[in-house]
């Protein structure tokens, strides 16, 4: 996707809600899909200061959150509890290598049917399904 497409795509999710399109919005929307998937707030902050002078943390948790609730990022919470922002929301689960932190997007092609298919078993209604896999990474697995 080209910065205009990415940006036109923001402006009609924001016009949708009744919400503005602020240049802090589209920067912040551009940094979340330019670079690789998983950035925590502050990896986020640190690449829109640049363009953004003075704009601070609370403000782009704020700005993440509504982006969230506009179903454009997903949060998972990756290794040592650090909270991420994920620019790709289609269903896909994480694997997390834990000697180096590496977040890896594993394919379930047909999504989450299965697991709500099992929790509607139980009488559970689940609106998110997160599965994240443990272990490690090709290239650590090669080291040890
Ligand atoms: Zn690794
Ligand atoms: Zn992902």
Known sequence: MTVSQLDALL???????????????????RALCAREQHLTAEQVLKQVSP??????????????????ELGLVRRLVGGGGALLFDSRVAPHAHALCRQCGAIIDVEFPGGWAWAHGRAAQVGFSAD???????GSCAACAGDS
Do not use: M
Request: hydrophobic residues 45%; without cysteine; negative net charge.
């Open 128 to 134: 998110h399904v997160e599965l994240v896999l443990w």
């Open 51 to 68: 363009g953004l002078p003075g704009i601070s943390l609370p403000t782009v948790y704020a700005t993440l959150e509504l982006f969230e």
């Open 11 to 29: 402006a009609d999710k924001l016009h949708e809600r009744g919400q503005r399109v602020t240049p802090q919005r589209l920067l912040i929307h």
